[in-house]
């Protein structure tokens, strides 16, 4: 049995006895029972003190004190009435007696129990850096730190002036170090600075020089202080809450250095949130000049461009984000002036010299650091609100051979201050329907006696919900008419609000537009491009009830396919078999919203002589009626009709359009853009059919429609062709050895002349010609994959000879043209999130085993982001020449299997055969059987940024 058991036995003997004695009724008066002192350990220690020394015995009061001699123990600590503990204090040497005192004044003794060994030496009680965590900014240059250090050693320290013998260092270290090695840090010299406020420790004072941040948006260091009593022999470093407790990496003290950044900034001049719009001609070499504000605290408050400052300005195409695309171009703009605590620069807008139309923004940043892109009403690190980062904010640029059309200044719905009304409808109410009035204001224009020239309006109404602005949903249909004059400034509109028919609760709304400029869409407390922006609140309340009707009223119709708002032109000759097919699109709420085609509609295609309105005309004419022809539209809720063309068999210059009604209501007319305009049905908006002097041609062959003008990569597309050959498409069935073949080749190359540019599929037979005697009809379906602007052509040919190729008005009508190719426009892949080949991008012909082996990526919320292999998910990994678009012909393919997750993305994997030097290879990917995302090298960027044939992999020599 150890001493120590030994004693814990003999302390708890006296215990068990009292516990076991017999009880006593008899009352004994209190007495003082003395502790009990047995033993200390140590049983010696050095005169400097500071030694921690455990006395046990028994009696020990909470409270109780310690002594050694006369000198009474330091931090003693009772633990419990066997055990106490505390620090030696400084003493000369000998040997003392222990002592422990109650509260109640007993005491017990432990004769010369401690023995104080050799002089006094000094020891460091309490070391602690005096600093606390800061912040600071640098925008490049190293950053200054004064770092402070207090430490106390007893007999040294305490007293005016500084303690001798004490030497001390500051330093630092980066954040991510072992923070309580010291051989983490650099150290330097630090001075004696002045004693602390209780006059026992002393304060040293040194500096250290920081660096800044380097690309970055902040650095972390770590400054300390060590001092030493050995003439730098050992060293004590200290934290932020003293030594005590110990040292620990947590109380260590820290500085951050962050880069300085730009806190706000907004495109446009201080006070205007307007959208600037700005125009030149292809030529023109005078610049305007855009200015720009920018805010960054501390630093754009002073007189004087703010230091670091750096500003630009930018252009760049529609529907591309300045933050993040490459096809932006940016110039370096100049400080102008002060705004209170924003500064104003201003910069050169250059003229792209191309045609087309470019949006416009700032960006700032400070010492080159990152950008902050800027909008016309402000930035900052909203991500709610207005001052959030927004494209529809952007500037606008023109180039062109005329000035973009002006969009009116402000309108509102509703009487001059008043808001609008709440209207009720019955669904059978024909009489008593309400007037709704609306404003309008064009600075030149409406200031006017009368109605503003080239001002037109419209009433609308759709489902509460649904913005006026961009719903398919909502009807244009009721023209606004000119009611007056209001306060000289404004024009007053009005127009009687239809009724829907249908119950439910709807919302409506006026626009505007000038000279069939852009639409300004109006709310009840106005809108205009400043502080008055559109709110889907403050529209008129439409309430309608009880039984619905059949609806009446067609909200919105169209001449021509999704995307194309260009009027057709198109040719016969007066021999012609009628063929051309023109599509209409219509749109009649709770009619045309769900799948198939809407209930009583009637859609007609008409054509009349030219300079005849279609509206009115007698001359033109209506007997062709439209077939159901599938759901269309950007949400479907459209029904696109088809009909052909009829020719009408004499020299000259007629026009074509649709019309549409439902339920026996009054037909509205289509032209090419919708009837969008403010105008409504535009006739210099509809099409042209010109009609020549002709004979009937030996053979002809058209590229009867493809199936879009705009997709993504990997989607679908089906082009329609016909062919007339004498002798050959005569009867039923294909023509025999008759080939027909559609291509897809870069936009503006001449299939005819350039067909090795194009990739080339067959397309099959599908039926004899609708309303085309003697003609065989080819189909073919294909999937483009580059993400570039391309065009689609055909062509034909009869037992394997030469290739005649057809355009989109037949080989009859001027012969085969570049123009009447059809233009089909590729954008990103938009099914699957991210593809790409993730590795290798090359790969040598004598390549063998693992080096082989083919990645591939892919990425899609929801399927990959989970363990094991995305459910529905396939991959091939194909090989073929560039030349080929991989989603037409020419590439082949083979299964690659899953192979392991790789973060979120599921990877796919499989050998790739021995190949010619030159060969191209890629991966493609489809989920559930959908569109195939072509992903080309990840380290350009994947499908991320399109599919390009130059970003594949490469089989190369040795």
């Known amino acids: 049995m150890s001493s120590r058991c030994l004693r814990s036995l003999l302390l708890v003997l006296p215990l068990l006895a009292v516990a ?36 046990y015995g028994s009696g020990f009061q909470p409270g109780a004190k310690a002594f050694l001699g006369n000198l009474e123990l330091q931090r003693t600590v009772v633990v419990n009435s066997f055990r106490l503990y505390g620090y030696t204090p400084t003493a000369s040497s000998g040997r003392m007696d222990v002592r422990v005192w109650n509260p109640d004044g007993a005491y017990g003794v432990l004769v010369k129990g401690f023995t104080y060994e050799g002089p006094p030496t000094p020891s460091i009680a309490q070391a602690e850096v005096v ?41 630092f270290a980066a954040g991510n170090a072992e923070l309580l090695l010291q051989e983490s840090y650099t150290w330097e010299e630090a001075t004696y600075e002045t004693d602390s406020g ?74 205007n949130r307007a959208n600037p719009e700005h125009f030149y001609l292809p030529t023109d070499t005078t610049l305007v000049k855009v200015a720009g504000q920018v805010y960054a605290a501390g630093i754009t408050q002073g007189a004087g461009g703010g230091s670091g400052v750096v500003a630009q300005l930018g252009y760049g195409p529609q529907d591309t984000d300045p933050r993040t695309s490459d096809a932006w171009t940016w110039v370096n703009a100049t400080y102008k002036t002060e705004h209170g605590n924003n500064d104003e620069w201003e910069a050169d807008l250059p003229n792209p010299g191309a045609v087309g139309t470019y949006r416009l923004a700032f960006r700032f940043s400070i010492s080159e650091n990152a950008w902050r892109v800027c909008d016309a009403d402000g930035v900052n690190d909203s991500t709610s609100g207005e001052l959030t980062f927004s494209l529809a904010k952007l500037g606008t640029l023109t180039v062109g051979s ?31 329907l309400k007037t709704v009035f609306a404003q309008v204001h064009l600075p030149g224009v409406t200031d006017k006696v009368g109605a503003g020239p080239g001002i037109a309006g419209q009433l609308g109404w759709g489902p509460a919900g649904e913005d006026p602005r961009t719903s398919p949903l909502w009807n244009w249909s009721t023209p606004l008419v000119f009611n007056k004059d209001n306060f000289g400034a404004n024009d007053e509109w009005k127009a009687t609000l239809p009724n829907p028919a249908v119950s439910g609760e709807y919302r409506y709304a006026v626009r505007f537009n000038a000279d069939g400029g852009p639409l300004r869409v109006c709310d009840g407390n106005g809108t205009d491009d400043g502080g008055q922006e559109f709110q889907l609140d403050q529209l008129g309340t439409l309430n309608v009830t009880g039984p619905s009707a059949p609806p009446t009223v067609v909200g919105y119709c169209k001449l021509g396919a999704t995307g194309n708002d260009t009027p057709e032109s198109l040719q016969y000759t007066t021999a012609s078999a009628a063929s051309h097919r023109v599509v209409g699109q219509v749109f009649v709420q709770s009619v045309t919203n769900g799948a198939g085609q809407g209930a009583n509609i009637v859609g ?15 001359q033109w004419n209506w007997t062709t009626t439209g077939t159901y022809r599938g759901d269309t539209g950007d949400t479907g809720n459209n029904d696109e009709y088809e009909a052909t063309l009829p020719n009408p068999g004499t020299v000259g210059s007629f026009r074509f359009a649709y019309r549409f009604r439902v339920n026996g209501g009054a037909f509205l007319y289509c032209d090419a853009d919708g009837n969008t305009g403010a105008a409504g049905f535009d006739v210099a908006r509809i099409g042209t059919l010109t009609v020549e002097q002709g004979q009937v041609p030996t053979s002809v062959c058209r590229l009867q429609s493809v199936s879009a003008d705009t997709i993504g990569s990997g989607a679908a597309v089906t082009a329609v062709g016909r062919v007339r050959i004498p002798g050959v498409t005569d009867g039923p069935g294909a023509g025999a050895n008759l080939q027909v073949e559609v291509g897809l080749g870069a936009a503006g190359v001449n299939a005819s002349t350039e067909p090795g540019a194009f990739t080339w599929k067959a397309a099959t037979y599908s039926r004899e010609a609708e309303g085309e005697a003697a003609t065989d009809e080819f189909t073919v379906e294909f999937h483009p994959a580059y993400t570039v602007s391309r065009t689609v052509s055909m062509r034909y040919s009869t037992d394997g000879g030469a290739w005649t190729y057809c355009d989109k008005d037949g080989n009859d009508v001027g012969g085969y043209t570049v123009e009447q190719q059809h233009a089909l426009l590729v954008n990103n892949h938009s099914d699957i999130g991210y593809c790409n080949l993730q590795h290798p991008f090359t790969m040598m012909t004598t390549a063998t085993g693992n080096d082989r082996t ?41 299964l690659a299997p899953y192979d392991q997750d790789v973060g979120n993305n599921d990877q796919f994997a499989v050998p790739l055969p021995d190949l010619p030097v030159g060969t191209s290879y890629m991966y493609r990917y489809s989920l559930n059987g959908g569109p195939y995302c072509y992903g080309d090298r990840d380290d350009r960027g994947g499908s991320g940024n399109g599919f390009q044939g130059g970003d594949v992999g490469t089989v190369t020599a040795p």
């Open 131 to 171: 600093n606390g965590n800061t912040d600071t900014v640098s925008g490049g240059p190293p950053v200054g730190v004064t770092v402070r250090g207090a430490v106390t050693v007893p007999g040294v320290t305490r007293g005016i002036g500084q303690g001798g013998g004490v030497r001390a260092q500051v330093g």
């Open 854 to 894: 083919v990645y591939g990526q892919v990425w899609e919320g929801g399927v990959t982001d989970s363990a094991g292999a995305g459910a529905g998910l396939v991959a091939h990994l194909g090989y073929g020449s560039t030349a080929q678009d991989p989603g037409v012909a020419g590439w082949t393919w083979i």
């Open 20 to 55: 076991c004695g017999d009880d006593s009724d008899g009352v004994v008066p209190p007495q003082l029972t003395p502790p009990t002192v047995r033993e200390i350990q140590p049983t010696g220690g050095p005169v400097a003190g500071n030694t921690l020394v455990n006395i």
């Open 402 to 432: 005329e000035p973009p059309k002006p969009k009116v200044s402000w309108c509102k719905i509703g009487e001059d201050q008043k808001a609008p009304e709440v209207i009720a409808y019955q669904t059978n109410q024909t009489t008593g």
């Open 198 to 271: 209780s006059g026992e420790a002393d304060i040293y004072k040194g500096n250290v020089l920081l660096q800044a941040p380097i690309g970055g948006e902040n650095r972390e260091w770590v400054v300390a202080v060590r001092f030493s009593i050995d003439g730098g022999s050992t060293w004590v470093m200290a934290d932020g809450d003293g030594i005590a407790n110990g040292v620990s990496a947590e109380m260590m003290r820290r500085v951050f250095i962050a880069r300085p950044r730009v806190d706000y900034c907004k495109l446009g001049p201080d006070g």
């Open 604 to 618: 007609q295609l008409g054509w009349g002589p030219e300079g005849q309105d279609p509206t009115t005309s007698a």
